[in-house]
């Protein structure tokens, strides 16, 4: 769009933004929304969300390759426990690094191209598994690829959040989620089932096709318009918010919305901003959100997940279990993405912590009170045994952490899960999104990673039911830290949340 054609709608669009009563303009607001044509936004959240799909890919390939790798016939591929738990952990390091690349490259590079420079390392690591002659290749590339996933975690929501609009800004806020549930989900598949059994390298190999297909498709996407405004690129702005919401649509005022936003904050957050309430409150609810996340004890859960059914005597088949958990996760994300928008956050946010809480409290409780024969505890054993218990009747009972596990991950995924990637996104102001959204995800990396390393010692000092009873604790945490700290963003622009802050009237959250 010329400059020429351009002005006389913004300022018109600008008077009226302006001027219109609080009742009219709510009233423009749902009109507006209702005649948005959201495929090309769809379009440009689903090539954002396939550096996801590998992200989740990555994470588990561990899974079916540490198996293998055991019992490779070549010493220097040949993996013992401590190698196969660095092996399995170092990633996390790897994404907490992208983490703090993602608080300087959110806002020099932008979020799109910071996902686009994800693709490297991706590609790279996963060049290394493909082609790993030793164990030092194997660790670089796990590092590479997690390298990658904390970037595309810190960046993904931000572009996401910024590229939509109120009324589906929920529902794609769960996409994310959704993508990498899915892209654990093939991993198994590739991994475990015999029609589509690949050698450990073809899933290294298989895992360049997303990045790839994400670095093409986001070639033809636009930046954020938050972002080019806050590098003063005005024309840029406007004909990627045109892009987004359809050239026959009243784009222009949101535009307006948006620019005034962006005028009132200066391009970077300093040092002696970070006092004002506007800065340090949501970024404190943002990093606490995603510390109490992992404290729920979720990572242990999943990367733990094949030992501890061992441990409780589970009636499940080893090859069935991950597969079963990541199907959970799928359909519970599913139901957060359509009633994020409906229900609101904090709703979800509450129900998860509550099913978490009740999941782990049975779990730590089924441990501790069942006899070592019904719950498979193992005098002096560890919880990465590989001793097999003798056999037994089938005893049903052992269903309890069967179920208990599964509610946890539905309780997660409903809530704590997605919902905390989304307001990350939503709550930090535009000033600031970019580091804080960085340091978030290292924080969450990092307390993964402290997690898992400690989770073997305690199992073997105290039990397994201790660490759980401990998770139980951390989720009614979650739920007092809801209740009292986070707001509902439900149906409210960045603006509006933004404004919120700002001056602390909810008046701005109604």
């Known amino acids: 769009m010329e400059p020429s054609a351009r002005e006389p709608l913004v300022r018109k669009l600008s008077s009226s933004y302006r001027t219109f009563p609080e009742g009219i303009s709510k009233r423009l607001d749902k009109e507006y929304l209702r005649s948005l044509h959201n495929k090309r936004l769809y379009l440009a959240v689903f090539a954002a969300v396939l550096g996801n799909f590998s992200f989740g890919f990555a994470l588990v390939y561990t899974s079916p390759v540490i198996p293998a790798l055991q019992a490779h016939p070549n010493p220097a591929l040949r993996l013992d426990q401590h190698k196969a738990s660095w ?32 693709a490297v390392p991706s590609a790279v690591g996963y060049a290394l598994l493909a082609g790993a002659q030793g164990i030092e290749m194997l660790l670089l590339g796990r590092v590479l690829t997690g390298y990658a996933g904390g970037l595309t975690s810190a960046s993904i929501p931000v572009y996401i959040s910024e590229i939509s609009h109120p009324g589906v800004r929920g ?37 360049e096709v997303p990045v790839l297909a994400m670095i093409l498709l986001l070639c033809f996407m636009p930046n954020s318009p938050r972002f080019l405004l806050s590098q003063g690129k005005e024309d840029e702005a406007l004909q990627s918010l045109c892009w987004l919401r359809g050239k026959d649509t009243d784009y222009g005022r949101e535009y307006e919305q948006i620019k005034d936003s962006v005028r009132k904050q200066s391009r970077r957050v300093s040092c002696a901003e970070i006092k004002d309430p506007f800065i340090y409150k949501p970024l404190l609810i ?30 499940l088949k080893p090859e069935y279990d991950a597969a079963l ?27 998860s912590a509550g099913v978490m809480l009740a999941s782990n409290l049975t779990m730590g409780l089924y441990i501790h009170f069942m006899p070592s024969s019904q719950n498979g505890t193992i005098a002096n ?5 590989s001793a ?24 997660y995924a409903m809530g704590w899960g997605p919902i905390t990637w989304l307001l990350m996104s939503e709550i930090l102001p535009l000033k600031a999104r970019g580091v804080a959204s960085g340091l978030c995800v290292v924080v969450s990396w990092l307390t993964a990673f402290t997690l898992t390393q400690f989770f073997l010692r305690v199992v073997e000092a105290f039990g ?30 960045l603006e509006q949340i933004e404004a919120f802050f700002r001056t602390g009237r909810r008046s701005f959250m109604r």
Do not use: H
Request: with cysteine; net charge positive; glycine share 10%.
């Open 87 to 118: 092996f399995g952990s170092v990633f996390t390091l790897g994404a907490a690094a992208g983490g703090l690349s993602a608080m300087l490259l959110n806002d020099r590079l932008g979020r799109k191209l910071s996902i686009m420079f994800s």
């Open 171 to 207: 529902m794609l806020g769960a996409c994310p989620q959704i993508m990498a549930v899915l892209g654990s989900l093939i991993l198994y598949a590739l991994g475990k089932y015999p029609r589509l059994l690949l050698d450990w390298r073809w899933l290294a190999v298989a895992g």
């Open 286 to 315: 943002a990093v606490g959100m995603r510390f109490l996340q992992q404290l729920s004890g979720v990572t242990c859960v999943l990367v733990y997940l094949q030992s501890i059914f061992k441990k409780t005597a589970v009636i």
């Open 325 to 351: 958990v990541g199907l959970v996760r799928l359909f519970s994300v599913a139901i957060a993405a359509v009633s994020m928008d409906k229900a609101g956050r904090k709703i979800l946010l509450f129900v």
């Open 381 to 385: 054993g560890t919880l990465v045994s």
């Open 388 to 411: 097999k218990p003798p056999a037994e009747p089938i005893n049903y009972i052992t269903l309890i952490p069967l179920l208990a596990t599964m509610f946890f991950i539905m309780g």
């Open 464 to 493: 397994l039911e201790v660490p759980f009873l401990f998770f139980a604790v951390i989720c009614a945490g979650n739920i007092l830290f809801t209740g009292c700290c986070v707001p509902e963003t439900k149906g409210r622009s």
